[in-house]
């Protein structure tokens, strides 16, 4: 069975020592209720309840799975019943204005809680996980009487909430959508499609479900232009505010999947239901994009939560399984073997694992930040600068931590070895469970493509730059400029760091220069590139957390062993996965001639 305790030292390491969240919240008055006893008691509180109820059901769930009767979908035993005293414990409120129900708590404190229930239960974790987009989606385009007839349930998790986008003959695609939206006398409109791979898309957890719906308007332009975004209940909202009359969504089927089989994945036939316009007309792909980017930095804590869960099972596994002897010789004589853990491969990975689970973690706490920021932004201008600034960062978290998780969790199932591969001990299924990560939300590939093509060369590289200056002024800052003993021990970090981040510029400018020849430059090079990014911008983390943890050793702390061990995760970080970026600085400069010159006819 899958054992899972929330890492709140970790979590408490970044939040307080690296990032100062207490002086970035201190910054926003909104954040006053904000302090350190308060997020404190919701790190352990949220630590519980996810020890003692979600961890449970976490492999059961899988065995069981949903299913589909009479049209109605029921979901595992206890997900019903963890999503009640999820609600009661209000946690779906936690980080959404007071005025429609919510706590008013940081967005990044949300993002801490959704990370612990993820790696706790993932596919649980997805109900309310789409909830969530569904609620900034309406807080960000609704208008006031939509926010107070949804929003307001949503918050309080009496309701939940789905995204819409894809259909049977498009996926990434969305440009081919033929959903309908049919307008009616009284200012509704008559929305008939299919709409295929809907998580959470129904389920026994709520009496309503809200789904946020892309479909075109019969006089819409083609293509991308002409797609619109409603609001369609499962079932009717009165004007009271209570339930009418079951509203023809449908679920025609559950998809069979490989993993998170307990996160019922529908398809969702839609018989003229009655829809509400969101915003304006022909809109609904830009409305989206808010709803796609909580779903895509939600994913990338898919990654983290792998690698995480992945770790916390193989660790006491290799430091209690007994097998051969040490290479240097016996280091437990007494027994008939020595542990796994002596072992320098179980080693690699074992710290593989949790160089990716803590560095990742770290790149996502630090862009909830900047989700802080935004979402508090004075005017247009700031909002502008750190919706690009996020924007940047989105692709690289989404695309490079799910691949790095599946890598963890693969790793966690190599150091069980055929045990790994058996189902009771659970590492099989974090294997099938992480595997979609790379896939929804659009894949690796598109996401480099949007890093690349749109985030890069569109921008002239301007937020990869301004990051880029970001990272160079933190290496100058520790440099071995100086008689300060902390900043000799960076050094290890530093050069190489700031050596990739000027190659990284570099590189970007040759792939411009390039794609003005040839355009599939930009697709033959977008994976590596982004994958390279990825690398150094855990990099700058790792860094970062060595710098604040040998500062921490110096003042000789009761637990001084945490410390050293983030000094020694962060060596191994830059010794043997950081040199990933030397084969991937290559083959991104490569002419795509290798890939596109072969014929139809030669596959």
Avoid at 281 to 309: D, H, I, W
Avoid at 365 to 390: G, H, R
Avoid at 554 to 570: L, M, Q, W
Avoid at 581 to 600: F, G, N, R, V
Wanted: some cysteine.
């Amino acid at each position: 069975m899958t054992i899972y305790q929330a890492p709140i030292q970790d979590i408490k390491f970044l939040i307080e020592d690296v990032f100062d969240f207490y002086g970035h919240y201190a910054k926003h008055p909104e954040y006053v209720d904000a302090t350190p006893e308060l997020v404190n008691m919701v790190l352990e509180e949220c630590g519980k309840f996810c020890t003692s109820e979600l961890a449970p059901l976490y492999q059961s769930g899988d065995d069981e799975g949903c299913t589909l009767k009479d049209g109605k979908v029921t979901t595992p035993k206890g997900f019903k019943e963890a999503y009640k005293i999820y609600v009661e414990g209000g946690w779906q409120s936690l980080s959404h204005p007071v005025e429609y129900g919510g706590q008013g708590l940081p967005q990044s404190l949300g993002l801490i809680k959704s990370e612990m229930m993820g790696t706790a239960n993932w596919s649980w974790s997805m109900y309310p996980g789409l909830t969530l987009g569904a609620m900034n989606t309406l807080l960000a385009h609704g208008d006031e009487e939509q926010k107070q007839r949804y929003l307001t349930k949503l918050t309080s998790g009496e309701w939940t909430g789905t995204m819409c986008l894809t259909e049977p003959h498009c996926g990434t695609d969305l440009s081919q959508v033929k959903t309908k939206a049919t307008p009616q006398a009284d200012g509704s409109y008559l929305i008939s499609g299919t709409k295929i791979f809907i998580s959470a898309g129904d389920h026994d957890l709520t009496d309503n479900i809200i789904h946020i719906v892309l479909a075109r308007l019969p006089d819409a332009p083609e293509g991308i232009k002409g797609i619109s975004l409603f609001i369609v209940p499962k079932v009717q909202v009165n004007a009271d505010g209570s339930l009418g009359d079951f509203n023809q969504v449908n679920c025609g089927s559950l998809e069979h999947k490989m993993g998170i089989k307990a996160s019922s994945t529908a398809v969702l036939n839609f018989d003229e239901a009655k829809g509400f316009l969101i915003g304006e007309p022909n809109k609904g792909m830009r409305y989206m994009f808010t709803f796609m980017n909580t779903a895509r930095v939600g994913t990338a804590l898919q990654g983290v939560s792998a690698a995480e869960l992945a770790y916390q099972n193989s660790l006491p596994y290799a430091k209690e399984r007994l097998s051969m002897r040490a290479l240097t010789g016996p280091k437990y004589p007494e027994k008939v073997a020595d542990p796994l853990i002596v072992h320098p491969d179980v080693r690699r990975m074992l710290l593989t694992q949790k160089a990716i689970a803590e560095g990742g973690r770290a790149m996502v706490y630090y862009t909830s930040k900047i989700v802080d920021d935004m979402s508090l932004a004075k005017n247009e201008e700031e909002y502008q600068l750190l919706d690009e600034k996020l924007g940047f960062m989105t692709p690289i978290l989404k695309a490079f931590l799910t691949e790095l998780g599946f890598e963890s969790a693969n790793l966690g199932l190599q150091v069980f070895g055929g045990h790994g591969y058996i189902k009771e001990w659970g590492l099989e299924q974090i294997v099938r469970d992480t595997r979609i990560s790379t896939l929804y939300e659009g894949t690796t590939g598109i996401q480099a493509l949007d890093l690349l093509g749109r985030k890069i060369m569109l921008q002239r590289g301007k937020s990869l730059n301004i990051f880029a200056m970001e990272v160079l002024r933190f290496c100058k800052n520790h440099s071995l400029i100086s008689d300060n003993p902390h900043k000799r021990r960076m050094h290890q970090f530093i050069w190489p760091l700031s050596k990739a981040v000027l190659n990284w510029q570099q590189y970007t400018i040759r792939l411009g220069l390039k794609a003005k020849n040839n355009r599939d430059i930009v697709g033959s090079a977008s994976v590596d590139y982004l994958m390279y990014s990825g690398y150094v911008t855990m990099g700058y983390f790792w860094a970062m957390m060595a710098q604040v943890a040998n500062e921490k050793i110096s003042e000789k702390p009761d637990n001084i062993e945490f410390y050293r061990a983030k000094v020694c995760t962060a060596e191994f970080y830059f010794k043997r996965i950081f040199p990933r970026i030397h084969a991937l600085s290559q083959t991104m400069m490569e002419s795509p001639d290798s890939l596109m010159k072969m014929k139809l006819e030669g596959f």
